[in-house]
């Protein structure tokens, strides 16, 4: 049984979706992996890496595939009837896709959708991929400062040390505040689970308290705020952003645009040369003003707003994202076939489509 790997074709999109490593376990599983050349350049592999791990490289690898996989969707027509795939796929804004996906009896896996369990933490791409965002989050913050993150004493004098405030501490935000930890800075985090406080000072991190009642909802991920508490929030919130030096953001409601946390106002409260850098700017953002992909001037500061960030690590992106895409495919393999099994709670909550039905609840309702 054929997997097949494309070259991704989304502007910015330089990861792929299968590393050599992760190949060299499928092909001793009984797979034929197919290969699109120059697939992982961008991502710092080779057609030879591909080679050496027993993959064919070939111009058409999604001809005869029962699976492909790539990072971004690929249009429904360049797959064969029948076939399977796994990416991201964002069922909510790809409803057209969805429905000729549907009618051309294509089973759909989307990555997004893997459930928070415990049993599926090595399939979780949200989770890999916002580590690798945390983590370019922090690293963008101290490139663009034109200050030192750590302390420095010397006989010339003594340089204070970059004040970092991180707003959202999920995983990414976790990432976030240990790079910059580690960089040496003074940073402060927030967010609005209960958990969160703990988590952050685990990290060598302050852990602001806003005296606000936490927020939490189902499976323990955060609840929108109404308007007032977002009002609140934001003013209880104005000294510390002032205060920071660089100021990074990564908040967000499952399901929801992310929260505004942060207006044009507060920025303009920063010192000259501060940063400001924005995770959740391509699903809203967490700024007023930012713009996802480019570089603002607000007030003193430059507003960095994050595009597809994760992209921008290609390598470890990749490798992670590998690792994720291999073992979901080993979970849906029996006797060395994909053999998908729809009774399995990480199986179900990840297909789109089957059968020439949309089997996700959410993407079946906005259809109908
Ligand atoms: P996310 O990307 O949905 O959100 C990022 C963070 O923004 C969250 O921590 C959220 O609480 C925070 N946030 C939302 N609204 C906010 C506001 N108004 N102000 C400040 N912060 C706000 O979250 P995520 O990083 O994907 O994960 C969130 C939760 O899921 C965490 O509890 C994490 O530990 C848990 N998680 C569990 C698993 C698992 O069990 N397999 C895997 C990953 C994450």
Same mark, same amino acid.
């Given at each position: 049984m054929r997997i097949a790997v494309v070259r991704e @074709? *989304?502007? +910015?999109? *330089? &990861? $792929? #979706?299968?590393?050599p490593e992760v190949i060299t376990r499928l092909v001793a599983a009984g797979y034929e992996v197919a290969v699109e050349p120059g697939a992982g350049r961008t991502a710092l592999v080779g057609d030879e890496d591909y080679t050496a791990a027993g993959a064919i490289v070939t111009?058409?690898? @999604?001809?005869? *595939?029962a699976v492909v996989a790539s990072v971004q969707p690929l249009p429904p027509d360049v797959l064969p009837s029948g076939s399977a795939t796994i990416s991201f796929f964002p069922a909510g804004s790809r409803l057209t896709e969805v429905a000729a996906r549907r009618d051309r009896q294509i089973t759909t896996f989307g990555m997004?959708?893997? =459930?928070?369990?415990s049993r599926a933490q090595s399939m979780d791409a949200l989770s890999s991929q916002a580590l690798v965002a945390g983590y370019r989050a922090a690293i963008v913050a101290a490139g663009r400062l &034109?200050? !030192?993150?750590p302390l420095n004493m010397t006989a010339a004098g003594t340089i204070p040390p970059a004040q970092v405030v991180v707003l959202g501490a999920g995983v990414a935000g976790l990432q976030a505040i240990a790079t910059c930890k580690r960089l040496g800075a003074v940073v402060k985090g927030y967010d609005v &689970? #209960?958990?969160?406080a703990e988590e952050i000072r685990s990290m060598g991190a302050v852990a602001i308290d806003l005296e606000l009642p936490t927020l939490e909802g189902a499976g323990g991920y955060a609840r929108e705020m109404t308007e007032d508490r977002a009002e609140l929030q934001r003013e209880l919130l104005t000294p510390y952003v002032a205060a920071a030096d660089a100021l990074i953001t990564t908040a967000a409601v499952p +399901?929801?645009?992310? =929260?505004?946390?942060?207006t044009r106002t507060m920025v303009e409260q920063? &010192?000259?040369g501060s940063v400001v850098v924005d995770l959740a700017a391509d699903s809203g +953002?967490? $700024?007023?003003g930012v713009q996802p992909g480019s570089v603002v001037a607000i007030g003193n500061a430059q507003v960095w707003g994050g595009f597809n960030v994760a992209s921008q690590l290609p390598a470890p992106a990749s490798r992670l994202y590998a690792h994720n895409v291999g073992n979901v495919i080993t979970l849906m393999t029996r006797d060395g076939a994909f053999a998908p099994? !729809? *009774?399995d709670e990480i199986v179900a909550g990840m297909c789109i489509t089957h059968a020439g039905d949309v089997l996700h609840g959410p993407t079946r309702d906005a259809l109908a």
């Open positions: @074709v *989304a502007p +910015g999109e *330089a &990861r $792929v #979706a299968l590393v111009e058409t690898p @999604v001809a005869d *595939a997004e959708y893997v =459930p928070r369990i &034109r200050q !030192f993150f &689970r #209960a958990a969160a +399901g929801r645009p992310a =929260p505004m946390l942060v920063m &010192r000259p +953002g967490n $700024v007023e099994d !729809f *009774a």
